[in-house]
């Protein structure tokens, strides 16, 4: 198809198709004549994971070529593939927030490892939980062992339906894809659910 | 205390004072004379509260004093405050994007349905779930009824533990400060909870 078709299929404009590919992050189409070229399924495809990535996960133009490059070059193992995932995720913004509030504090590592050690205590996700553990105590809201406790358990019920075994069949680009837009698409309506329960839970607690 | 005695209990320092005083973040101290001002414990714990929705929420100023002003005056029953906490949080940028994306997906409308129904379906939780189902759906990532039924429950454990019953005694204000400070503070946790679990869950599909 020509690019005129790849906007009206994608709803995204001829201007900002160009912009993506001059940015990298979208592949080149097929070179027909020097002003020509043509574009395929593989295409629209990456523009809606762009447009995702963009306008639901509000990731900047540089974390999301992070994105298009890792999945063009995935991690050779599923555990390395959600490691990158989560590296991914945490974007720029958080990176050097995190690089500027120091380390881990002591009382943080001891909940993480009342957790049960996580399969890699120095992953992106353990240290984005370390992290966030740390800014909550030192804003004066340390949260009680049996609360995260509680909320562990509810998340591993979440984890389990976001990492099943079918899913060990796919390509590691598919995986990749899968982890990144998954967790980007589905992070807002997990803690829309929690707003939500709060809601009936208060409306319980004061008319129970 | 001195202004200078505030910015070094709060580790703030004075011209960033300065700037919350004339922002109408902080409220202004006791004047002694046209040139000094005294400050006491209240403003200890304003700076800390804006400092938290700063560092931590990422809020803007101008949600900030949104917060300030929702607690100076607090709405008068539980079910109102859990609202303007959830608006409040949802962030200028997300309001002005859910104004562009539309409205809900009749999709979305029939799933948040069947989660039961929410006290106020036309709460901002509920809208703030409509539109992250809707997201989804439009991504091409359409979430099952029964992967929101397994995650609802979840959160409903979470909610649980955020929203108690001795809260009930407590000033509206307070409960409101709770409400705010305690999701901005927790769901990075909640969040990286979820990842630590993916990698657990991720371990044990691939070894078991």
Known sequence: MRISELAAT???TIPTLKYYLREGL????ATESATRATY???HVERVRLVRTLVDV???SIDRVRE???ALEHPPATRHELLGTAHDVL???EQAAHDETVGGIAPEALEQLASLGSPPCSDSPAARQLGLALTAATTAGWPIETETLRVWATAMRSVAERDVRA??????PADALRYAVIGNVLTDPVVIALRRVAQEQVSVEVVTG
Do not use: I, K, N, Q
Not at 26 to 29: I, Q, R, S, T, V
């Open 57 to 59: 996960g509000r990731l």
């Open 40 to 42: 395929d399924d593989s």
């Open 26 to 29: 979208l592949h080149p189409g």
């Open 10 to 12: 994608t709803g995204v």
């Open 67 to 69: 994105v298009v490059s």
């Open 166 to 171: 079918e899913l060990g069949a796919v390509s």
């Open 90 to 92: 945490r974007g720029p």
